[in-house]
């Protein structure tokens, strides 16, 4: 089985677009992949946040992916910061990525306009993200056996970035040793905001939080942007063009899209009886998500037991990657080990 890497940001409670855009395609990963998931808050120490409610955040993120179906039975599931090998990795990996490489990256670019004074961490952060993904590199898999890694199109340009930095440690310390992480698209389309406009973001208050009641999922999406063009309930639609179906296409089975396709385009429903269509199917699956999130909450200790587990297992292939790594850079062995 091939090994899966990824991770996502303790931003707190989930919403629609992580769920759309990631999360679903991660627990569907589980049937036909190894899959190591991990909930990545040293990354998120890169820009400013709230530490005080950073645990909180990291604990709400974990139970919203273990609600939404990530098996800790058939998945590794943990937090970045439990396994403290990775930023020893990180590091290490620093000292053969150049800094051109990291200058150019887009998103660092985007991130650091935003920010009077630029931290290292915001720079190194591809370096960090590159050490998280070839950790993970087993020990019993042939070389090369590549691990592969779930990403949105934006990503790759991050995952050129691993790959290279990867083929420079093995052509200064051993050829062959980390495999390059091939990408994996997901076929899940970008989810946009509930305005139709900015990306989904909790902090735009954009979004339709996963474990919300149906009252407020139906109270939230009944204002949401549609197809502009439809001024008034007689003029026809154009799907392709409304975020409100992007939203059918993850929520509703196939027959319910093509009939709402084919009524938007007659004008045979107003756009209210599409969301509330869409409202349906969207509280059917997340009645129960949300049931689970409601029991995992309850039992704060178990959740942590279950993400130390998660540590554990991580860890011990951590460890046995970071042996190698020091054997090939010639560090001195500590004590027999
Ligand atoms: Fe969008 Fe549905 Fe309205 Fe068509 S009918 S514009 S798909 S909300």
Redesign the pocket.
Known sequence: MARVFSGIQPSGELHIGNYLGAVKNWVRLQDAHECIYCVVDLHAITQPYDPAGLAQRTHDMAVGLLAAGIDPARATLFVQSHVAEHSELSWILTTVTPLGELERQTQYKDKAQRQESVPAGLLAYPVLQAADIIIYKADAVPLYHATLVPVGEDQVQHLELMREIARRWNSRYAAEFFPEPQPLLTATKRVLGLDGQAKMSKSLGNTIGLLESPEAIWEKLKP?A??PA?VTRKDP???E?????TI?QGFSPPEVQAE??Q???TAG???????RV?ADHMIAELTPIRERAAELNANPVGVRTLLREGADRARAIARRTLHGVRRHMGFLKAGED
């Open positions: 949401a549609t197809d439809r639609g154009n799907p063009l409304c975020n409100v179906f059918h709402v396709a009524k938007c385009r429903w107003g756009c209210l009886d599409c969301k869409l």
